[in-house]
């Protein structure tokens, strides 16, 4: 096991290239079940949750060639193997590969998901929607086996809220159901709309994706296909908080300033300046921070993967800042650790009022989970003396080389095993 030693007060200055978004190379790869023709995804990140998908998807049968940020996956052998325990406890996202197992093979065993411990994040949505298209469900032994043997039929799927994953599941499911399928309440998410132009360039036929209502026409098998994944919009906004919590300059090349319209309206409203420059995003803070209030919803609104790094922004911004949790209950493990770097933070239900001290001092820290890890760097960017962050695995689940990315921008970070 990692951790990482930060010795923090450095002004960070340079650029950062933005990666593809995890969030968006997940739900990709397992789209390739759908085909018996190579998809070929780039600008996939380096980072331990799409290996871990990439080991599920071997396990089905698919040969993945990887060649630096592209790796094309051929599903043309792919068996229906059962998605073991041991694979998908590592990361919720591995639940993404029963839709496609369904309505490719008429079957599929997956085991119930692991991942962050965030919260319930109920697999109820998915299995909706693949009853709707007319899959039976059941489930036993910490496993869902799902029986459509005689094929799936295109169906009116209303999500009771606009989840992501059951958006992702219930849209790559549909694109092989005889009929036209409607999703109703889908998840307006830039990954969700980046999934249904893959799905598209592999032949499906897909209208609305980015809107609360998506119509798929399925039943038509699906070719090959090669696809860009998106940028991440959540690494983005991580680096831009990084270069606001130092008092820096960063350029995120790669980074759109479109898909982080609530968090920069909210970096603004604290005092960041942010603007569009030809690679990207410029970040830059040269005056005080101020508290500001934000509450975390879906998309467009404030994202919850930025819910921790914000919240240590705001340890050092000027007056208060109430910060309201709507999406995940227990999204807030990292305040204990915060609060060891000397944070003011008071938790209140839901709700946590972070009141902005002077200045934070290093110290041990633990990370719980992947954003909470994240929060606790850049706190120990700006805290004085030396914070050993420790358990950094859940860090590398979803940044590709965070801690060489910040060293070239001028901070002072060691990598160390225990």
Same mark, same amino acid.
């Given at each position: ?201 592999? %032949? *499906?036929? $897909?209208?609305?994706? /980015? #809107? ?7 039943? &038509?098998?699906? @070719? +090959? ?75 467009p609104g404030f994202p919850t993967d930025l819910q921790a ?22 999204r807030f493990m990292h305040v204990p650790e915060l609060k060891?770097? %000397? *944070?003011? $933070?008071?938790?209140? /239900? #839901? ?7 002077? &200045?934070?001092? @290093? +110290? ?7 954003r909470a890890s994240v929060s606790l760097v850049l706190a ?39």
């Amino acid at each position: 096991m990692e951790r990482l030693i930060i010795r923090g007060g450095r002004r960070l200055e340079g650029t950062v290239q933005i990666c593809g978004a995890k969030n968006a190379a997940l739900p990709q790869i397992a789209a390739a079940l759908l085909s018996a023709e190579p998809l070929t995804l780039t600008n996939l990140p380096d980072v331990v949750d799409v290996r871990t998908m990439l080991t599920l998807m071997a396990h089905h049968g698919v040969v993945a060639e990887t060649r630096g940020a592209t790796v094309t996956l051929d599903a043309s052998k792919a068996t229906n193997a059962e998605a073991p325990y041991d694979i998908v406890r590592r990361m919720r996202a591995t639940l993404l590969v029963l839709g496609p197992l369904v309505a490719r093979f008429g079957r599929a065993r997956v085991s119930l998901p692991g991942g962050c411990a965030i919260g319930a994040r109920p697999v109820d949505f998915h299995l909706k929607a693949l009853t709707a298209l007319g899959a039976a469900i059941e489930i036993e032994g910490g496993y869902i086996n799902a029986q459509a043997p005689d094929g799936l039929t295109g169906a009116r799927i209303v999500l009771p809220s606009p989840s992501v994953g059951a958006t992702e599941t219930a849209l790559m499911t549909a694109t092989l159901a005889r009929g036209e399928s409607e999703i109703v309440n889908a998840a307006l998410d830039p990954e969700v709309a980046d999934l249904a132009a893959c799905l598209a360039a592999m %032949g *499906a036929q $897909i209208e609305g994706a /980015g #809107t609360h209502r998506i119509l798929i026409q399925g039943g &038509k098998s699906l @070719g +090959a296909a090669r696809h860009d994944i998106l940028p991440d919009r959540v690494e983005a906004g991580t680096y831009a908080v990084a270069a606001a919590i130092t008092g820096g300059r960063l350029e995120l090349t790669g980074a759109r300033l479109e898909h982080l319209s609530a968090v920069g309206e909210a970096l603004e409203a604290a005092g960041v300046q942010l603007w569009p420059t030809d690679r990207g995003l410029m970040v830059a803070r040269d005056g005080a921070l101020k508290g500001i209030d934000i509450v975390t919803e879906p998309y467009p609104g404030f994202p919850t993967d930025l819910q921790a790094q914000f919240m240590a922004l705001m340890t050092i911004a000027s007056g208060a800042a109430m910060i309201r949790e709507t999406v995940f209950e227990s999204r807030f493990m990292h305040v204990p650790e915060l609060k060891r770097l %000397g *944070a003011n $933070i008071s938790l209140q /239900g #839901t709700s946590a009022l972070v009141r902005g001290v002077a &200045k934070l001092r @290093g +110290a041990q820290v633990m990370a719980t989970d992947l954003r909470a890890s994240v929060s606790l760097v850049l706190a120990a960017l700006a805290a004085e003396g030396e914070t050993v962050v420790n358990r950094v695995y859940h860090l590398d689940r979803g940044y590709e080389a965070l801690d060489r990315k910040l060293v070239r921008c001028g901070a002072d970070i060691s990598r160390v095993a225990d």
